[in-house]
């Protein structure tokens, strides 16, 4: 934490109610990470007007500028509303129309207003590799967020835009403003011509529990090459798991939460928030949101699997292990996955399960051996929780594995063939597990008990 003293910037994010905000866990690792002396917090203005009749909001701005606050966030209710009490408005933030981020204007006494949010979804789908210009987009909804998106999508040069809403008057509103939206009924998605597209989910639709698909039909949903949700509470809404189910890479709104918040702090300070901040702080939005997470690397017998349903077990926590999610969501167990497609095949279902596992909480999660050896694995894996690597020598990993056939690498081999072959894949391997590792815990020669007291003392550090 920052050391609060006088000479101390103030920032913050007003909105009623504001006590759920997750602006300030963003914000204020930020200063932490770069190294800035400013403290962000939530400022509660209640909807309403003064006793002369102005209201809270305008009132609250003012003040807040009179005090010397650096920078501000607004949001619900007032992203609207609060444009009357700026000096300046940025362009992009008229077209949406809608302002979530205050900084110190230079041509007046009082604020200029931006609009990160869009920006900011814009960033974090850079991030993800994911490419808009030229792409054909589907967004489902014609709120408020949908019609920013299509204005976010028009500028970033994609073709073209199926809108699908209940009440259609509402998309086809928004496609007499920009050019490229075809507006349609949810029931006429049928009418989307047979193509790969990128695929949007701006409805309300999924936050609450028990909330289903806006539309119901696997063969729409196979037409998404990547699919974004809005949405980040739930992690994962109906949407969401029925792109997974099919396979196709999708991600929910945590990371435009966090752009948005980057992108505002970077205006404040005028400066560029590296892109290792910005991950660290995303972990720790994870953390605060969905819980934190035990993920558990190492060699196969290295004991991840029983250290890691024994540690689930007596820290009250969910235990998922990899190859068992991967032979799930395949239909087919490891050895059959390697037989029809490959070492290369495997790793590739092994990836796209990996990255699925951000949406996890409180989870103790057990890793296959050879899941650290691509980078990308290693860093989303670290993004997902704390990384422990369970290290074991050559002979201990023997005993534990020599009679199991369920392992693709070593089966048909002698008992030295097995031993040379694990030695050399330890050799290879063990720069992967270091480099994936927050922490390693030796299991060679201890029991369970001994490993799940070394995994305490490592707590209290
Ligand atoms: P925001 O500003 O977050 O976009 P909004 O303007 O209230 O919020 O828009 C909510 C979107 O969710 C709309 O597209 C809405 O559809 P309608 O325009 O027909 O109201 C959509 N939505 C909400 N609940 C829905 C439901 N149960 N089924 C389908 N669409 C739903």
Redesign the pocket.
Same mark, same amino acid.
Not at 202 to 205: G, L, N, Q, V, Y
């Given at each position: 934490m920052i050391e609060i003293n006088g000479k101390t910037n103030i920032l913050g994010v007003i909105g009623d109610p504001i006590e759920h905000t997750l602006s300030p866990v963003i914000h204020n690792t930020l200063c932490e990470l770069i190294g800035i002396n400013a403290a962000y917090l939530p400022v509660h203005v209640v909807s309403g007007t003064s006793d002369a009749g102005e209201s809270n909001i305008s009132v609250a701005v003012k003040g807040l500028y009179a005090s010397g606050v650096k920078g501000l966030n607004v949001t619900v209710p007032y992203k609207q509303d609060v444009m009357e009490s700026l000096v300046e408005i940025d362009d992009l933030a008229k077209k949406i129309g809608a302002v979530n981020t205050l900084v110190l204007s230079k041509n007046g006494k009082g604020y200029k207003g931006y609009n990160t949010d869009m920006p900011g979804l814009r960033r974090a789908l850079e991030t993800k590799g994911v490419e808009l210009s030229g792409k054909k987009v589907v967004i489902i +909804? /014609?709120? +408020?967020? /949908?019609r920013a998106v299509c204005v976010m999508l028009e500028s970033a040069g994609a073709e073209k835009i199926y809108l699908l809403?209940?009440?259609k008057e509402?998309a086809e509103k928004i496609a007499e403003e920009i050019n490229i939206v075809v507006p349609l009924s949810l029931d006429e998605y049928k009418d989307i011509p047979d193509d790969k597209y990128i695929f949007f989910q701006?409805?309300?639709?999924g936050l609450k529990p028990g909330d289903g698909l806006?539309i119901d039909d696997d063969d729409f949903y196979r037409m998404a090459e990547y699919g974004y949700d809005l949405i980040y509470n739930p992690a994962v809404t109906p949407f969401l798991a029925k792109l997974s189910e099919l396979g196709i890479k999708n991600d929910n709104g945590l990371s435009m939460l966090l752009y948005q918040g980057v992108i505002a702090f970077e205006y404040w300070f005028d400066l560029k928030v590296p892109g290792d901040y910005a991950k660290l702080t995303y972990a720790k939005l994870c953390q605060k949101l969905y819980g934190e997470n035990i993920v558990l690397v190492g060699y196969m017998g290295s004991g991840k699997s029983t250290v890691g349903k024994a540690l689930a077990e007596a820290r009250g926590m969910n235990f998922l292990d990899l190859d068992e999610y991967i032979v799930e969501r395949e239909g087919k167990s490891i050895n059959q996955i390697f037989a029809e497609v490959g070492e290369q095949g495997f790793r590739d279902s092994e990836s796209f399960s990996i990255d699925s596992l951000k949406y996890l909480s409180n989870t103790v999660i057990s890793t296959g051996g050879g899941a650290v050896i691509r980078q990308s694995n290693r860093r989303m894996l670290k993004e997902c929780g704390t990384v422990y690597y369970l290290s074991a020598d050559v002979d201990t990993i023997y005993d534990r594995v020599k009679d199991d056939d369920q392992r693709p690498l070593l089966n048909g081999l002698s008992e030295t063939e097995k031993k040379s072959k694990i030695a050399d894949m330890l050799k290879a391997r063990s720069q992967y597990y270091e480099s994936a590792a927050d922490i390693t815990i030796s299991t060679s020669n201890k029991t369970i008990e001994e490993i799940l007291h070394d995994f305490e003392i490592c707590d209290e550090l």
């Open positions: +909804g /014609a709120g +408020g967020a /949908a809403n209940r009440t509402k701006c409805t309300s639709f806006v």
